[in-house]
C-alpha cells in the first residue's frame, strides 16, 4: 500500500495494479465516469431551445447553459495535477464525480434560467479532475502489458460520448422532459464513486503538502474564463466588429502571457509546464489537440449541414454519424491489443489516414446524396477512432513518471479541449464565410441577363409560380448549392491538414503501450 505521504526527495511508489474480477468492474466504473462527463458536454446542445422555451427566456441567454459549464470546466482541468498531488488521485477523483452527480440533480431541478446557470457552472468546477483522472486511474490500474486495454476504454467513452450527446438528448428532449438530460446523471454517478472508492481507497496515491499558487491560479481563471467566453460568443457578436470580443482576446492574450511566464518560473505552481520540456509530451499533445479540432469541427459541422440543406431532422442526423461510434466501440478492443506489440506511431498514422480518408470520402458528397452515401464515410472514421486516442495517448504519456501522470493527463486534456473549443467557435464561421464566397461567384453567372437565368424564370413561370416566386426558387436553390460546396471545402481542406500530421508525429520517440520508449528512434 501506498503511503499518505511523500517523503522529501524520495521518488513515489506508483500504486499496485489490480486484477480479476476488481479489475473488470473498477474499470468499467471510470469508463463510466469518463463517459458521463464528456457525455453531458454536449448532451445540452439540441436541448437549448427547450430549455429556453420552458424557463421563458431567449435562445442567446439559454445558451449560457453551455457557455458558463465550457468555462467553468475549462478553469478547472488544468487543476488536475495540483489537486491529485495535494489530496490523492482516488479521492480527488471519487469526490469529483460525487459533486458532479450532485450538480447534475441541482441542474435537473433548477426552478430558473439563473439557477440552472449557476449549477452548470458548479458542474463544470468539479468536473475539471473526472477525465484526466479516470484515464490516470486507468493507466494505474492496469499492469503495464495491459495498459493499452485501459486506455481503449477510456478512448471509447471520450470519442462516443460526444456522439451520443445530441442523440440522446434530442430523444430526450422531444420524448421526456429536458430536466432528465442532468438527472440521468445521478444512478450513474452513484454506482461509478461507489465502485472507485470501494475497490481503490486502499491505494490511494502519495500526497505531499505544497503552497497554494494563488497567483498562477489567478491567472489562469482570467485568462481562461475570457478565452471561452470570446469563442461561445464570438460568432453571434460578429467577431471582431465586436468591441467586447476585441477586449476578451486582448485580455487572454495578455493573462496568458503572464501566467505562463508565471507559471515557469514559480517554486510551486498550480499547473506544471515542464512537461513540454519532454520531447514526446510535447508533440503528441500538439498532434492531439490538431487532430481531435479537426474532427470535433467536422462533427459539429455535419449535422448543421444534414440539418439546415438536407432536410434531415435533428435525431436522423445525429444517427448519421452514429455508426462511427459502433465501429469505434467494435475495433478498439483489437487496437488495445495491436498497440502492445506496435509502435504507437505507426497506429497514430494509420488514424491520421483513415481520418483523411473519411474527409476526402465527404467531399464528394452530393446534393442527392442517400443515408448509405452519408454513413460510409462515417463508418472509416469509425476506423480511425478506434486508434486515435490510444495511440497519441500512448506517444504523449509513455515516458512521464508515474507520478506525474494525473498532472501530464490534466495538461494534455486541458489543451484538447481548448483545441475543441476552438474548432467548436471556428468551424460554422469558416463554412458561412466559404460559403459567401461560392454565393457570389454563383450569383455571377446567374445575372438577370443570362440566357440560363432567363430560361429558368420562364420554366418556374410555365409551371405556374410568379416572377417573385421563381426568383425566390432560384435564390434558395443558389444558397443551398453554395452551402455544399462550403462544406465540400471544409472536409476537402480537413483532409490535407489532417495528413500534415504524420511527419509530427515521426519527430516523437518510438512508444510503445508498455510504457517502454526508444530513445534512438
Known amino acids: 500500500m501506498a503511503s499518505p505521504a511523500t517523503t522529501a526527495g524520495a521518488e513515489p511508489a506508483s500504486p499496485p495494479p489490480l486484477t480479476g474480477g476488481t479489475l473488470t468492474i473498477t474499470a468499467i466504473a471510470l469508463a463510466l465516469g469518463t463517459f458521463m462527463q464528456v457525455l453531458d458536454s454536449t448532451i445540452a446542445n439540441v436541448s437549448l431551445p427547450t430549455i429556453a422555451g420552458n424557463l421563458g427566456v431567449s435562445s442567446s441567454q439559454g445558451t449560457w447553459v453551455i457557455t458558463s459549464f465550457a468555462v467553468a470546466n475549462g478553469i478547472s482541468v488544468p487543476l488536475t495535477g495540483w489537486l491529485m498531488g495535494r489530496f490523492g488521485v482516488v479521492r480527488v477523483f471519487t469526490f469529483s464525480v460525487l459533486l458532479f452527480t450532485f450538480a447534475s440533480f441541482l441542474c435537473g431541478i433548477a426552478w430558473n434560467i439563473e439557477g440552472l446557470i449557476g449549477f452548470r457552472i458548479l458542474q463544470g468546477l468539479v468536473s475539471g479532475p473526472m477525465i484526466p483522472g479516470s484515464q490516470a486511474l486507468l493507466i494505474m490500474i492496469f499492469p503495464p502489458e495491459k495498459r493499452a486495454t485501459g486506455l481503449a476504454m477510456w478512448s471509447m467513452t471520450t470519442?462516443?460520448?460526444?456522439?451520443?450527446?445530441?442523440?440522446?438528448?434530442?430523444?430526450?428532449?422531444?420524448?421526456?422532459?429536458?430536466?432528465?438530460?442532468?438527472?440521468?446523471?445521478?444512478?450513474?454517478?452513484?454506482?461509478?464513486?461507489?465502485?472507485?472508492?470501494?475497490?481503490?481507497?486502499?491505494?490511494?496515491?502519495?500526497?505531499?503538502?505544497?503552497?497554494?499558487?494563488?497567483?498562477?491560479?489567478?491567472?489562469?481563471?482570467?485568462?481562461?474564463?475570457?478565452?471561452?467566453?470570446?469563442?461561445?460568443?464570438?460568432?453571434?457578436?460578429?467577431?471582431?466588429?465586436?468591441?467586447?470580443?476585441?477586449?476578451?482576446?486582448?485580455?487572454?492574450?495578455?493573462?496568458?502571457?503572464?501566467?505562463?511566464?508565471?507559471?515557469?518560473?514559480?517554486?510551486?505552481?498550480?499547473?506544471?509546464?515542464?512537461?513540454?520540456?519532454?520531447?514526446?509530451?510535447?508533440?503528441?499533445?500538439?498532434?492531439?489537440?490538431?487532430?481531435?479540432?479537426?474532427?470535433?469541427?467536422?462533427?459539429?459541422?455535419?449535422?448543421?449541414?444534414?440539418?439546415?440543406?438536407?432536410?434531415?431532422?435533428?435525431?436522423?442526423?445525429?444517427?448519421?454519424?452514429?455508426?462511427?461510434?459502433?465501429?469505434?466501440?467494435?475495433?478498439?478492443?483489437?487496437?488495445?491489443?495491436?498497440?502492445?506489440?506496435?509502435?504507437?506511431?505507426?497506429?497514430?498514422?494509420?488514424?491520421?489516414?483513415?481520418?483523411?480518408?473519411?474527409?476526402?470520402?465527404?467531399?464528394?458528397?452530393?446534393?442527392?446524396?442517400?443515408?448509405?452515401?452519408?454513413?460510409?464515410?462515417?463508418?472509416v472514421q469509425g476506423v480511425a477512432m478506434s486508434t486515435f486516442f490510444i495511440s497519441m495517448i500512448t506517444i504523449a504519456m509513455a515516458d512521464i513518471p508515474a507520478h506525474q501522470t494525473p498532472a501530464a493527463s490534466g495538461l494534455s486534456n486541458f489543451a484538447r479541449i481548448t483545441a475543441g473549443s476552438f474548432a467548436a467557435s471556428l468551424a460554422t464561421t469558416i463554412w458561412d464565410r466559404m460559403e459567401a464566397v461560392h454565393q457570389t461567384r454563383l450569383s455571377e453567372t446567374m445575372s438577370s441577363g443570362s440566357p440560363l437565368w432567363i430560361e429558368t424564370i420562364q420554366k418556374l413561370q410555365a409551371a405556374g409560380l410568379s416572377l417573385q416566386q421563381a426568383v425566390g426558387v432560384i435564390t434558395s436553390q443558389v444558397m443551398s448549392q453554395a452551402y455544399l460546396q462550403a462544406a465540400l471545402d471544409f472536409f476537402r481542406i480537413s483532409g490535407w491538414l489532417t495528413l500534415l500530421l504524420i511527419p509530427l508525429i515521426w519527430f516523437a520517440k518510438k512508444s510503445m503501450s508498455n510504457g517502454a520508449v526508444h530513445a534512438a528512434d
Open 159 to 379: 470519442l462516443v460520448g460526444p456522439i451520443c450527446g445530441p442523440i440522446l438528448g434530442g430523444y430526450i428532449s422531444d420524448n421526456y422532459a429536458w430536466e432528465w438530460i442532468f438527472l440521468i446523471n445521478v444512478p450513474i454517478g452513484l454506482f461509478c464513486a461507489f465502485i472507485c472508492w470501494q475497490n481503490m481507497k486502499s491505494r490511494e496515491t502519495p500526497t505531499r503538502k505544497v503552497p497554494v499558487d494563488t497567483t498562477g491560479f489567478a491567472l489562469l481563471v482570467i485568462w481562461v474564463g475570457a478565452l471561452q467566453v470570446m469563442l461561445d460568443t464570438g460568432k453571434e457578436a460578429d467577431w471582431f466588429s465586436s468591441p467586447a470580443i476585441v477586449v476578451e482576446l486582448i485580455v487572454a492574450i495578455v493573462f496568458f502571457i503572464a501566467w505562463v511566464i508565471w507559471e515557469l518560473n514559480e517554486k510551486n505552481p498550480i499547473v506544471d509546464l515542464s512537461m513540454f520540456k519532454n520531447r514526446n509530451f510535447t508533440l503528441g499533445t500538439i498532434a492531439l489537440c490538431i487532430a481531435y479540432a479537426i474532427f470535433f469541427g467536422n462533427g459539429l459541422l455535419l449535422p448543421v449541414w444534414l440539418q439546415s440543406n438536407m432536410g434531415y431532422v435533428a435525431t436522423w442526423a445525429g444517427l448519421v454519424a452514429a455508426p462511427s461510434g459502433v465501429v469505434a466501440v467494435i475495433l478498439t478492443p483489437f487496437a488495445a491489443r495491436l498497440l502492445g506489440k506496435t509502435d504507437a506511431r505507426i497506429l497514430a498514422t494509420f488514424s491520421i489516414l483513415m481520418f483523411a480518408l473519411s474527409f476526402f470520402m465527404r467531399s464528394g458528397y452530393t446534393p442527392d446524396a442517400d443515408f448509405t452515401a452519408l454513413v460510409l464515410p462515417l463508418l
